[in-house]
């Protein structure tokens, strides 16, 4: 390089090379950039149009999860409908009647109904019977008494039922206890 060429302005060496670069390519220079701002204009669209689906798909999936949390009880609202109204035809039935021991044995027909019934279609089980061995992640004792002659503590009285779903405790057997004296 001589002297002349270092001191000239780099704004018009930039000039020229850019003029020189035109001129050699320009038809398929053009040609190309018209296609890349093509391709770029149809990938916009697209992103914008994937974008519009997947905020479509994501609000139904949102209203899906909606109707099944507003809907999943249905089946359970349906049969507590049909045990309703075997009460009150036991209800109804016990105000013509006066006969306690009908109505009595109705109602425990209807308890045994709708503990079947759950039982077959949502596997919920009732615990706590009198003489069960006393397990504390299933019971509760309420109180405690003293006994001879007993080896494992066991159930004496049930205050309150206890449920499972699932074999995991909805809620626990409110019980009394018997224990060994020593």
Same mark, same amino acid.
């Given at each position: 390089?001589? %002297?002349? !060429?270092?001191? $000239?302005?780099?704004? /018009?060496?930039?000039?020229?090379? #850019? @003029?020189?670069?035109?001129? @050699?390519? &320009?038809? &398929? ?7 890349? !701002? ?16 997947? !905020? *479509? ?8 999860? %909606? ?5 999943? #009880? !249905? &089946? ?5 409908? &049909?045990?309703?109204?075997?009460? $009150? ?5 016990? /105000? ?11 109602i425990s027909m209807i308890e045994n109904e709708i503990l079947s019934s759950f039982d077959k279609k949502y596997n919920l089980k009732k615990f706590g019977k009198l ?8 019971? %509760?004792? =309420?109180?405690? %008494? $003293?006994?001879?002659?007993? =080896? *494992? ?13 699932? #074999? ?12 060994? /004296?020593?």
């Amino acid at each position: 390089m001589d %002297e002349k !060429e270092k001191c $000239e302005d780099p704004e /018009k060496i930039k000039e020229n090379e #850019n @003029e020189t670069f035109q001129s @050699e390519d &320009n038809p &398929n220079m053009e040609k190309k950039i018209i296609e890349l !701002e093509n391709e770029i204009s149809n990938l916009k669209d697209l992103y914008l149009r994937k974008q519009a689906e997947f !905020e *479509n798909f994501r609000k139904r999936l949102e209203k899906d999860k %909606e109707n099944f949390i507003k809907f999943a #009880n !249905e &089946n359970i609202m349906k049969d507590i409908i &049909n045990f309703l109204d075997n009460l $009150e035809r036991a209800i109804d039935s016990s /105000k013509q009647s006066k006969d306690f021991d009908t109505l009595l044995s109705g109602i425990s027909m209807i308890e045994n109904e709708i503990l079947s019934s759950f039982d077959k279609k949502y596997n919920l089980k009732k615990f706590g019977k009198l003489g069960d061995e006393f397990d504390p992640s299933q019971h %509760e004792a =309420i109180s405690i %008494e $003293e006994k001879e002659q007993i =080896i *494992n503590p066991q159930i004496v009285e049930v205050y309150q039922k206890g449920y499972c779903y699932n #074999n995991r405790v909805l809620r626990t057997a409110k019980v009394k206890v018997a224990q060994s /004296k020593n």
